[in-house]
């Protein structure tokens, strides 16, 4: 089998002391030889609006080189290289006409099906006659529905390795969801580990690569403001909250069969909970970080039905493609609790939801009363650390000040670090990009590990087979509301005190 991150210089060692550009800089002089992209579904949605754009920004970086990288798609529609070229230059955004054709002449199609020999010996055929090295590098791009993951992996790992005769490797990127549950997850995985090795699959979590998540190892460990209070000494409850202003636009009958809680918060959000409450690990080596991360999923408790609120948006059932009965929950509320030294008794409440009044993702660390009040500002609200994920990425401390004037007066601000601002000149990379770079460098740091993804779905795996099984009830709530008042009450019976009158307000470069 060609193996994993064949030949360059390990990941911990490129990854953690560089700068973007010395990265670049390393990556060009450590690997060459042809570099072949795949994207298998590549008529479909994810492929347009996410995999080939980033491939684009690479491209315009100077991450992919002409002459070194061709790019394929495959899948069973009919069409053309300029048809399918014509369908991603729309999703293509920014880009000037001399980029733009020249990558699009980088892209070809292959038509055929995702489980029968003939269409893969056909994107082998067209993978070699472009390979002009002896070095090859082949990383295939799953941007298609799970259930065809085991045959489209099957036809891969038969006819389109790189030749064993070349020096290189073959890397498969494989998209969420992975499994509905742990028994067809760890089916899924045992079958996908059966044709690659772990250093060959990359199970991606887009939310893994979003600028401000990358940085929660930096802030937690390199801060020694941060070391002495993140425990549940200082700290009261933790909020993880996504929320989105609209439904599921036209992908209900997807989004039926999994729900909320599959969707978002067995992945998306319980990345971000193990980067925010694991220990720090020996080094930033991706199997150290790792397995951190499986530490403290393997210390989350059973979920209580007390501490969950299921929802689901008036509207939902009007897409013809969701059953009229549906309990499936498009908002939900779920408190995590850890049972080790550092956490035990802090809620973590993980929070999404779709057709919402705002569209953002936060973190929210909301620390104890300080003890012995003499201002009597108790009541103004409490120290509260918010790590804006998206959008406006910032971070901003809420504090109590002295009021500006005469009077000895108290009123909440805040310590705002706002990217916008303090950035202004730097452009912050897509998710999805970042994350086929890790890719084809070989750094497997920003994806899930089998038994991370096992350990996930035993948290969520008996609460969703009692939702399934009718055992909670979604609560109707209005397009455009925060979700179920129960929501918020259930927050409120978990510690988290709201700042009555204080908002922040995103600062404006404007003078
Ligand atoms: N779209 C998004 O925003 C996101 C998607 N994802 C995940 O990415 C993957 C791809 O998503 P997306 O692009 O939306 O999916 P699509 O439904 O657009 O499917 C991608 C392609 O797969 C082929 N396909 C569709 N249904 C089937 C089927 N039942 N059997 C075999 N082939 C099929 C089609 O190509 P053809 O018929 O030409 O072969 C289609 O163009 C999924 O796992 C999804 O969960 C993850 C995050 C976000
Ligand atoms: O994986 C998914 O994520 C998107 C939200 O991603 P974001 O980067 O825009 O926050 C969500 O809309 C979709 O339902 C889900 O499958």
Not at 78 to 90: A, F, P, T
Not at 193 to 199: A, Q, S
């Amino acid at each position: 089998m060609s193996g994993g991150s064949g030949g360059s210089s390990p990941p911990s060692e490129r990854i953690s002391s560089s700068s973007l550009s010395d990265l670049k800089d390393l990556e060009i002089s450590s690997e060459s030889g042809c570099l072949s992209i795949v994207v298998l579904g590549a008529s479909g949605d994810l492929a347009k609006k996410k995999t080939f754009p980033a491939l684009f920004n690479l491209f315009q970086q100077g991450f992919l080189q002409a002459g070194e990288v061709h790019i394929f798609g495959y899948a069973r529609s009919n069409i053309s290289d300029d048809g399918l070229r014509e369908r991603i230059r729309g999703y293509l955004k920014g880009a000037s006409e001399e980029p733009l054709s020249e990558f699009l002449q980088l892209i070809k199609y292959v038509s055929g099906s995702y489980d029968s020999g003939e269409g893969f010996e056909l994107l082998n055929k067209t993978i070699s006659e472009n390979e002009t090295s002896k070095d090859s590098r082949r990383l295939f791009y799953l941007a298609l529905p799970p259930s065809v993951y085991p045959s489209v992996c099957k036809m891969i790992r038969s006819y389109c390795m790189t030749p064993s005769s070349h020096g290189g490797w073959t890397r498969v990127i494989v998209e969420k969801p992975f499994g509905k549950d742990l028994d067809s997850a760890e089916e899924l995985s045992t079958q996908l580990g059966e044709l690659f090795n772990e250093e060959q699959l990359y199970r991606i979590d887009h939310y893994l690569g979003k600028e401000l998540v990358q940085n929660l190892l930096v802030l937690r460990f390199a801060n020694r403001l941060f070391l002495p209070l993140w425990n549940r000494d200082n700290i009261d409850n933790v909020q993880i909250v996504f929320r989105e202003d609209f439904g599921t636009d036209g992908r209900g009958g997807y989004f039926d069969q999994y729900g909320i809680i599959r969707d978002i918060i067995q992945n998306h959000l319980l990345q971000v909970f193990c980067l925010v409450a694991m220990e720090k690990p020996v080094s930033l080596s991706p199997e150290h970080i790792r397995d951190e991360k499986v530490k403290v999923l393997q210390s989350v408790t059973s979920i209580k039905h007390d501490e969950v609120v299921l929802g689901q948006y008036d509207g939902y059932k009007d897409d013809p493609t969701v059953p009229n009965e549906s309990n499936t929950p498009t908002f939900a509320s779920v408190v995590l609790r850890v049972h080790n030294e550092r956490w035990e008794g802090v809620p973590f409440i993980l929070k999404a939801g779709k057709a919402l009044g705002s569209k953002k993702a936060e973190i929210r660390v909301q620390f104890k009363d300080a003890p012995g009040d003499i201002f009597k500002c108790k009541k103004q609200g409490r120290n509260e650390f918010v790590i804006r994920l998206q959008p406006l990425e910032s971070m901003y401390m809420k504090l109590t000040v002295k009021k500006p004037g005469l009077e000895m007066a108290t009123e909440q601000s805040e310590l705002d670090l706002s990217y916008g601002q303090r950035y202004q000149d730097t452009k912050i990379p897509e998710a999805y990009e970042r994350l086929i770079l890790d890719t084809i460098r070989g750094d497997q740091q920003h994806f899930v590990r089998r038994d991370e993804l096992k350990a996930a779905w035993e948290i969520f795996t008996p609460l969703l087979h009692d939702i399934d099984a009718g055992k909670l009830k979604a609560l109707p709530y209005e397009p455009g509301s925060r979700g179920p008042p129960e929501a918020d009450e259930l927050s409120k019976r978990m510690g988290y005190m709201q700042t009555l009158g204080y908002v922040w307000v995103p600062p404006t470069l404007a003078k």
